[in-house]
């Protein structure tokens, strides 16, 4: 019955091919727009790592003096000082974490082959790459003793080994950063992250670094971030080793905490840590106040949807509603022109059910052949949105879910909006129109 519904339909539309040509391109160009903006949004508040994203938590700690107000919603600053991570990082605690910050280098080889260019660095832990699970395609971090002996050793993209390597396995070779060499111990897979999340500090939709370098050399060659650096309070800080010792906070700090009961003794770690700071004059404030939140956490908290973008997705709906108004006043004017051949259905038999099913498979065909012209047209939109905006490169694009959710959509919305006119044609009495015949 349904093959046979099908067929009705696909009569329908070779009789009206105006008329059901305008019910597409109405719905294609609502399911188009809806899509694009849906699209993004949905990359944007996904979940960037789902099989972890609620063991990985990032630190907060209130450092400032009672009265001194950030623009968090808690006051809470969004990074660490480095004597703060430093202490973290070396606390005899077994779970992984890790301190990072931003920085960049020239990069270039002892070759005139490769023309210098500036690199992107992430100052992290030999964790970094578990915690947040990268995978090698060449070697592997750095070790623990590598880190704490301040060795010159780097790990690189797959992009950047391309680059500088033609993809070879270049574990081993040197690279010049600024005027030091660095030895590559590992290289990465590309790694498609469309949200920042480990550091949303210094732009949730900025592209991932280029090199990966240990913690220690910020101290032993004092780099300089470029990242935020924040203060709250006027400190003269001449020196490099002042500003470790300062209270500006410009590192990020992550840690991995897998249980209940690893998070319960990491806070009372974090707490009994600002107890013992505030016996040497620092957390000042009468309560003692520290925060972690897991990535999902951490994204809304950093407003990473932004209110803009949810407006967005709204009126786009709100348009999708408007398409479905146009809808139902042509599926009006086309079902009622076909109350005589409903009636003379009647007459033989066919019941009101069998009439109303018809003409809902005839709008659900309707919405899916829309739905499916909405897809290109969303795709075009997104290809728009990804040019005209370097930072959504990444975020305007369709995954699976957005490919199923758009004809199912577009069938949804030609339903409802073809109800009532398929409603109202099953009432027909067929005892009008035979006596018109």
């Known amino acids: 019955m349904f093959i046979h519904y099908l067929d009705l339909s696909w009569r329908s539309f070779k009789r009206t091919p105006l008329v059901s040509f305008l019910m597409v391109l109405a719905i294609a160009i609502g399911i188009g727009i809806t899509m694009t903006s849906l699209s993004v949004y949905h990359m944007m508040s996904a979940d960037p790592i789902p099989e972890k ?142 949200i920042k999340y480990y550091d949303l500090n210094n732009g949730a939709f900025n592209q991932v670094e280029e090199l990966f370098m240990p913690f220690s050399l910020i101290k032993a060659k004092e780099l300089v971030s470029w990242g935020n650096s924040n203060g709250w309070k006027h400190e003269n800080t001449p020196t490099f080793a002042d500003k470790l010792q300062s209270e500006q906070v410009w590192i990020q700090f992550w840690a991995e905490l897998n249980t209940l009961e690893q998070k319960q003794a990491y806070q009372n770690y974090l707490l009994a840590y600002m107890q013992e700071q505030q016996k040497r004059g620092r957390f000042n404030r009468k309560e003692l106040e520290y925060k972690l939140r897991d990535v999902n956490q951490w994204m809304q908290y950093n407003n990473v949807v932004t209110e803009d973008n949810k407006i967005l997705v709204g009126l786009s709906f709100m348009f999708l509603g408007v398409c479905l108004a146009n809808i139902l006043g042509l599926l009006l004017a086309k079902f009622l022109r076909r109350a005589p051949e409903v009636g003379v259905r009647r007459a033989l038999g066919a ?76 009432k027909t009495n067929p005892a009008i129109y035979l006596k018109s015949q």
Request: proline share 4%; glycine share 8%; net charge negative.
């Open 53 to 194: 994203s609620s063991q990985l938590y990032s630190v907060q700690l209130q450092t400032m003096d009672d009265g001194i107000t950030w623009w968090t919603e808690d006051n809470m600053p969004l990074q660490l000082t480095y004597q703060d991570a430093e202490n973290l990082l070396n606390a005899p605690m077994s779970e992984k974490k890790v301190a990072m910050m931003r920085t960049g280098f020239s990069v270039y080889l002892d070759s005139d082959k490769i023309k210098p260019f500036i690199g992107n660095a992430r100052m992290t832990t030999p964790d970094f790459f578990s915690m947040f699970n990268l995978s090698f395609l060449y070697g592997g971090a750095w070790s623990k003793e590598q880190e704490n002996s301040v060795a010159p050793v780097v790990v690189i993209t797959q992009e950047i080994n391309d680059k500088l390597f033609a993809g070879q396995n270049s574990v081993g070779k040197l690279i010049y950063l600024d005027d030091a060499s660095y030895q590559v111990v590992g290289v990465i897979n590309h790694w498609p992250l469309n």
């Open 351 to 426: 019941s009101k059910r069998q009439i109303f099913l018809q003409h809902l498979v005839e709008v659900a065909m309707l919405g899916f052949i829309g739905g499916m012209l909405g897809i290109v047209l969303a795709q075009l939109g997104l290809i728009g949105v990804g040019q005209s905006y370097d930072y959504y490169e990444n975020l305007a694009t369709m995954d699976l879910t957005m490919l199923l959710s758009a004809p199912l959509i577009a069938i949804t919305t030609c339903i409802l909006a073809g109800l009532y006119p398929a409603w109202l044609v099953c």
